[in-house]
């Protein structure tokens, strides 16, 4: 069979860098810091051996001076509990992966094999690197306490006690640990099909950061995970429209490559992210059969985004066919094609050489297949061009596999299951049992530290937090990201509420107000709707009013 080795491989990078696999997002942070200290290339660490708890808690107890009244079974249980990302945690088989990313320099201590991030840290640095100002931001967070020439390190007085440890183990074991940055691995900074991802993942990141003076820096590390995830989840679902539109039309539109940055309804993006949530959280409900709607929607879309891949990793191998025949310049300063420089390649001048290229390779499969199988029959009696053909190959091949790894991987993005979770399935029902879009608590948490900021009322360019209208903030949840909760969105599987429909959207706005309640950002103040007010958790300046936009 000829879809062996590199004819069958899948992946584009101006797609997306993950190797479609399931994420901890632990381990993707642990990787990112490695390319925030290295300006956006991988660590290279030379070390002895792999290191287990054992290893860390000898080196508690062999420095009383630093941890002080340490003994082993208790430091043995915090080490596992609070320090250490485990691997199969609880079982016979649990090993650390690395300490939990709390301090810039934790990366040095992760053991690689059991700490994959699978592309993720690639994905998000080249996403960051949109707006200088959050990859600052983030060095400055992680790396607050270090200096960049000499590595010297000097903890602040506010140090929490799990920061500190981390601290003393970079400072105790730091010498025995080489990190270099791993120049083996060569970025690819393709612009992406679509500006605007990263442009929003930028600002909620640098408004996140706004409150790390204000609140543990525990929870702010966990809020930056959650917001990595759910950024990377729009990302993909938004590539799951885009994609295969683009492979179409054989062109990207403008104004996606300018990021939509006019506010005119306009200019905004054809193929924006629409989901459904279910505020709730309990299976069963009518609101829950309108989220499982929506979810069904976007993860049908899974095998067309699977063979718009293809093609343009198929695009990608015919161009270098002709670069090195010399009948493509290969572009400006870069030894690699972005997917709208593929993408042009579908055009009619190259149809002769496009179809003498891949005619070779439906020869090559249809040769080594001594007796078709019946689906591959039907494909060569379809008549399709030798592209068209040799996609539809892959497809029958490698699709239902590629499609399984990407619904893995696409769950792990939607913290199925976890805290932060924009997705839900019933547990011991199966891969296929019903999905559901859902609002989990702490992306909740995230979305309101990031949007009760607004430009402080002194004119200074400061941002300050202020009181926000529950109405204004689902507009803002809707336009910002695509997430409805007390209207249904405007296609992506839907045409307009019909009377039952009414009945469960109201019952999902109830469910949202409660779930504010809960994690105590509103307060019943009055009945009336344009009085219902989101409080701040965390007070920062004052700002100018209610309803400013974050865009």
């Given at each position: 069979?000829?879809?062996?080795?590199?004819?069958?491989?899948?992946?584009?990078?101006?797609?997306?860098?993950?190797?479609?696999?399931?994420?901890?997002?632990?381990?993707?942070?642990?990787?990112?810091?490695?390319?925030?200290?290295?300006?956006?290339?991988?660590?290279?660490?030379?070390?002895?051996?792999?290191?287990?708890?054992?290893?860390?808690?000898?080196?508690?107890?062999?420095?009383?001076?630093?941890?002080?009244?340490?003994?082993?079974?208790?430091?043995?249980?915090?080490?596992?509990?609070?320090?250490?990302?485990?691997?199969?945690?609880?079982?016979?088989d649990?090993?650390?992966?690395?300490?939990?990313?709390l301090?810039?320099?934790?990366?040095?201590?992760?053991?690689?094999?059991?700490?994959?991030?699978?592309?993720?840290?690639?994905?998000?640095?080249?996403?960051?690197?949109?707006?200088?100002?959050?990859?600052?931001?983030?060095?400055?967070?992680?790396?607050?306490d270090?200096?960049?020439?000499?590595?010297?390190?000097?903890?602040?007085?506010?140090?929490?006690?799990?920061t500190?440890?981390?601290?003393?183990?970079?400072?105790?074991a730091?010498?025995?640990?080489?990190?270099?940055?791993?120049?083996?691995?060569?970025?690819?900074?393709?612009?992406?099909?679509?500006?605007?991802?990263?442009?929003?993942?930028?600002?909620?990141?640098?408004?996140?950061?706004?409150?790390?003076?204000?609140?543990?820096r525990?929870?702010?590390?966990?809020?930056?995970?959650?917001?990595?995830?759910?950024?990377?989840?729009?990302?993909?679902?938004?590539?799951?429209?885009?994609?295969?539109?683009?492979?179409?039309?054989?062109?990207?539109?403008?104004?996606?490559?300018?990021?939509?940055?006019?506010?005119?309804?306009?200019?905004?993006?054809?193929?924006?992210?629409?989901?459904?949530?279910?505020?709730?959280?309990?299976?069963?409900?009518?609101?829950?059969?309108?989220?499982?709607h929506?979810?069904?929607?976007?993860?049908?879309?899974?095998?067309?985004?699977?063979?718009?891949?293809?093609?343009?990793?198929?695009?990608?191998?015919?161009?270098?066919?002709l670069?090195?025949?010399?009948?493509?310049?290969?572009?400006?300063?870069?030894?690699?094609?972005?997917?709208?420089?593929?993408?042009?390649?579908?055009?009619?001048?190259?149809?002769r050489?496009?179809?003498?290229?891949?005619?070779?390779?439906?020869?090559?499969?249809?040769?080594e297949?001594?007796?078709?199988?019946?689906?591959?029959?039907?494909?060569?009696?379809?008549?399709?061009?030798?592209?068209?053909?040799?996609?539809?190959?892959?497809?029958?091949?490698?699709?239902?596999?590629?499609?399984?790894?990407?619904?893995?991987?696409?769950?792990?993005?939607?913290?199925?299951?976890?805290?932060?979770?924009?997705?839900?399935?019933?547990r011991?029902?199966?891969?296929?049992?019903?999905?559901?879009?859902?609002?989990?608590?702490?992306?909740?948490?995230?979305?309101?530290?990031?949007?009760?900021?607004r430009e402080?009322?002194?004119?200074?360019?400061?941002?300050?937090?202020?009181?926000?209208?529950?109405?204004?903030?689902?507009?803002?949840?809707?336009?910002r990201?695509?997430?409805?909760?007390?209207?249904?969105?405007?296609?992506?599987g839907?045409?307009?509420?019909?009377?039952?429909?009414?009945?469960?959207?109201?019952?999902?706005?109830?469910?949202?107000?409660?779930?504010?309640?809960?994690?105590?950002?509103?307060?019943?103040?009055?009945?009336?709707?344009?009085t219902?007010?989101i409080?701040?958790?965390?007070?920062?300046?004052?700002?100018?009013?209610?309803?400013?936009?974050?865009?």
């Open positions: 069979m000829a879809l062996t080795g590199s004819l069958g491989t899948f992946h584009h990078p101006g797609v997306s860098r993950i190797d479609y696999k399931p994420l901890e997002m632990d381990r993707v942070l642990t990787a990112l810091l490695a390319r925030l200290w290295h300006h956006g290339m991988p660590s290279k660490i030379s070390r002895t051996a792999t290191l287990d708890v054992d290893v860390f808690v000898k080196l508690f107890l062999d420095h009383p001076d630093v941890f002080d009244g340490f003994d082993r079974e208790t430091t043995t249980r915090w080490a596992v509990t609070h320090l250490m990302d485990m691997v199969n945690r609880g079982r016979a649990e090993a650390v992966a690395a300490p939990r990313p301090h810039g320099f934790t990366y040095r201590f992760r053991n690689s094999r059991k700490s994959r991030p699978y592309g993720a840290d690639e994905q998000l640095y080249e996403m960051l690197g949109a707006d200088d100002g959050a990859l600052k931001g983030l060095r400055e967070f992680f790396f607050s270090v200096d960049r020439v000499t590595g010297t390190i000097t903890p602040g007085p506010d140090t929490d006690v799990e500190q440890a981390l601290l003393h183990l970079v400072e105790l730091g010498r025995k640990v080489r990190d270099q940055a791993d120049t083996s691995k060569p970025r690819t900074p393709s612009p992406p099909l679509c500006a605007e991802p990263a442009q929003l993942l930028c600002q909620d990141v640098m408004r996140l950061l706004y409150h790390q003076d204000r609140m543990p525990t929870v702010l590390v966990d809020y930056l995970k959650t917001l990595f995830a759910f950024h990377l989840a729009l990302y993909h679902l938004r590539m799951m429209k885009l994609l295969p539109a683009a492979v179409e039309a054989g062109t990207v539109p403008a104004s996606c490559r300018r990021g939509h940055t006019s506010k005119a309804a306009a200019d905004r993006c054809p193929y924006q992210v629409r989901l459904f949530l279910d505020a709730d959280g309990a299976p069963g409900t009518p609101a829950a059969a309108l989220a499982e929506s979810a069904d929607i976007w993860y049908r879309r899974i095998p067309r985004f699977v063979q718009a891949t293809y093609q343009v990793k198929k695009l990608d191998d015919f161009a270098e066919s670069a090195k025949a010399g009948t493509l310049s290969r572009p400006a300063g870069r030894n690699y094609f972005t997917p709208e420089e593929l993408l042009r390649l579908l055009d009619k001048k190259r149809r050489d496009r179809d003498a290229f891949f005619l070779q390779r439906v020869t090559r499969v249809r040769d297949e001594e007796d078709l199988p019946p689906e591959l029959k039907q494909i060569t009696q379809l008549g399709l061009d030798p592209f068209d053909e040799y996609t539809e190959m892959l497809m029958h091949y490698r699709g239902r596999y590629y499609r399984g790894q990407f619904v893995k991987c696409l769950d792990s993005m939607l913290l199925k299951h976890r805290p932060g979770a924009l997705l839900a399935q019933p011991g029902g199966g891969a296929d049992a019903a999905r559901r879009f859902v609002l989990d608590g702490r992306l909740l948490e995230v979305l309101l530290q990031v949007s009760l900021l402080a009322a002194d004119g200074s360019g400061d941002l300050a937090t202020a009181p926000m209208r529950v109405d204004e903030f689902l507009t803002l949840l809707r336009s990201y695509g997430l409805y909760i007390d209207r249904l969105p405007d296609g992506d839907f045409a307009g509420a019909h009377l039952d429909d009414q009945a469960a959207l109201r019952a999902n706005s109830a469910a949202f107000l409660n779930r504010l309640r809960e994690i105590g950002y509103y307060q019943d103040m009055s009945d009336a709707y344009l219902q007010t409080t701040p958790r965390y007070a920062i300046g004052t700002a100018t009013r209610t309803g400013v936009s974050t865009r």
